[in-house]
């Protein structure tokens, strides 16, 4: 699947604006956003579910960019709620009064990492010549 097709379909909404003609240009966060949906996709979740799980982590690192950890509880197929750092508590077991059906807690340290060094590979390849 290609990243302008799935853009498109308006499934994955994490990356950058852009408009016609204009390349998108991608920051540290959107790129661990898009590592951790092409995993999903990869992993076989459908488009609009890892787009979105993609959507809140960017968004939770936006509100936190050096987060190691986004922590995702979700009430509901369409309900959850984010939170940069690890902020789970078990004891917690409703939120907005519905109950919490399941925890995703994702560790940002070693995709942060691997994005770091692609950017950093890609910038020395261009100033190699």
């Known amino acids: 699947m290609r990243l302008s097709d799935v853009i498109a379909s308006k499934d994955y909404t994490a ?15 959107d790129l661990i956003a898009l590592t951790l949906f092409t995993q999903f996709d990869g992993a076989g979740y459908p488009a609009r579910l890892a787009g979105r799980i993609a959507q809140e982590i960017r968004d939770a690192l936006t509100t936190e960019p ?12 369409e309900r959850s709620y984010t939170a940069p750092g690890v902020h789970f508590d078990p004891e917690v077991t409703k939120l907005s009064g519905l109950p919490i059906l399941f925890t ?8 942060r990492a691997l994005v770091r060094l692609m950017i950093e590979d890609e910038f020395n390849t261009k100033h190699d010549d």
């Open 15 to 29: 990356a950058p604006p852009t408009s016609p003609g204009v390349s998108r240009l991608f920051d540290e966060r």
């Open 66 to 77: 050096e987060a190691e950890f986004v922590t995702l509880r979700h009430n509901g197929p």
């Open 104 to 111: 995703q807690i994702f560790d940002l340290r070693n995709t």
